[in-house]
């Protein structure tokens, strides 16, 4: 892996992995199924495929072990129309969220953006090219996913709720300034932000011990002040999942960040 660091922005550079056997990928699933006891409570599916996986994988893991009762968060595009297939083929699917930057969501919906790759998306234009993602993957993708939890880098980022009959509810969730802070290692800083945004979401379903007190306290008074039910939930999840990555372009190594740092952003915050 190489990071190539740019005056305000980044890129790393990842080879593929070694081939992955057939044999390996059911020891995956096979380890997966034993550690859910079948079920799995929450799923975040994060990133690419290694060679030897084939395009439904994500897909047929999904179908294995998610039920009603899990929540999931998608954070990768690899693999994602057998994906959406999936999940809008099950009778008993839960809620199923999307993180995407807004370039990639852009670039899957076929919409060019006024702003560079680096330049915030307006919100209107936000607004079509996610309209015209769930055009593209029609029927499945409005039926699979609850909504959209889009990023934009250092710009603000946005929650799209999807209703049942298309339309679009749109969500501004501003990202702390960390312009002052110094160097930022923003290497990781996505993987952060799913993370937290999963583990907030679940707590906010009623799984007290997925943060401890001082989290939970944060997220709760956040919610009791969101104005923007019924998606609230998932909306605050995602803002604190922001203040997880923010924190950790504060820290070196890759996803880590301090909890102080993350409290600090997070009750910053304007709530959604």
């Not at 029927?139 to 959209?148: D, F, I, M, N």
Request: proline share 5%.
């Amino acid at each position: 892996c190489t990071t190539i660091v740019a005056s305000d922005e980044s890129t790393e550079l990842v080879e593929p992995s070694g081939m992955v056997s057939e044999e390996e990928r059911q020891e995956l699933i096979d380890k997966l199924d034993a550690s859910t006891g079948s079920t799995a409570a929450a799923m975040c599916f994060m990133g690419s495929m290694p060679p030897g996986c084939p395009p439904d994988m994500y897909a047929n893991i999904y179908r294995q072990l998610c039920s009603k009762e899990s929540l999931c968060l998608i954070d990768t595009v690899v693999g994602l129309e057998p994906m959406l297939t999936t999940i809008a083929s099950q009778e008993n699917r839960g809620q199923v969220v999307l993180k995407v930057n807004a370039s990639e969501l852009s670039r899957l919906a076929g919409f060019k953006k006024s702003s560079t790759e680096s330049g915030g998306i307006a919100e209107n234009e936000l607004v079509e090219a996610a309209t015209r993602f769930l055009q593209k993957f029609s029927p499945h993708a409005s039926k699979a996913l609850t909504g959209l939890a889009i990023t934009d880098g250092r710009h603000p980022s946005y929650f799209v709720t999807i209703n049942d009959d298309d339309r679009l509810e749109v969500v501004q969730l501003p990202v702390p300034d960390l312009t002052s802070q110094g160097v930022l290692y923003p290497i990781g800083a996505g993987d952060s932000v799913a993370a937290g945004t999963l583990a907030a979401w679940k707590c906010l379903d009623g799984d007290a011990n997925c943060l401890n007190d001082k989290l939970r306290t944060a997220l709760n008074s956040k919610l009791e002040a969101s104005q923007s039910a019924p998606s609230s939930k998932i909306s605050t999840a995602f803002g604190f999942g922001l203040a997880c990555g923010s924190a950790s372009c504060l820290c070196e190594e890759n996803s880590v960040f301090r909890i102080d740092d993350v409290v600090q952003f997070f009750t910053a915050m304007e709530p959604p």
